[in-house]
């Protein structure tokens, strides 16, 4: 199985920007859909981004779209979520997890493997 592991939360004002990281520990990563979750506190779990195996295909929600960009490095077996223009409704803790395919990740259906989960707080 393939094991996760985030980092690069943190507090930062609304406007500022992070980057968060999702490293895998095997190589089998590079045959799966990746993608971030998210979670506030009193709320459910939600999509944010996603990309494809062959890193040429991506998906967002529209909460994030234009000020989050999903990347990831097969050869590092990393995934990555800049984000820019921080709002203070992003605050959560957020997720990487494996799947597929990317519909599988925006429908949430059952994942190959999740990451423990950073806390991003944007103080407004």
């Known amino acids: 199985q393939v094991q996760l592991v985030e980092s690069g939360g943190g507090l930062v004002q609304a406007g500022g920007s992070l980057r968060l990281s999702c490293a895998a520990s095997a190589s089998a990563f590079v045959n799966y859909a990746v993608g971030w979750f998210r979670q506030a506190p009193v709320k459910e779990r939600e999509f944010v981004a996603a990309v494809s195996w062959t890193n040429d295909m991506t998906y967002y929600s529209d909460s994030v779209k234009g000020r989050f960009t999903i990347s990831r490095d097969n050869v590092k077996n990393q995934l990555y979520l800049q984000m820019d223009s921080l709002k203070f409704e992003d605050t959560a803790v957020y997720y990487c997890?494996?799947?597929?395919?990317?519909?599988?990740?925006?429908?949430?259906?059952?994942?190959?493997?999740w990451g423990q989960g950073t806390q991003v707080t944007v103080s407004s």
């Open positions: 997890a494996l799947a597929p395919s990317i519909g599988g990740l925006v429908r949430q259906a059952p994942m190959v493997s």
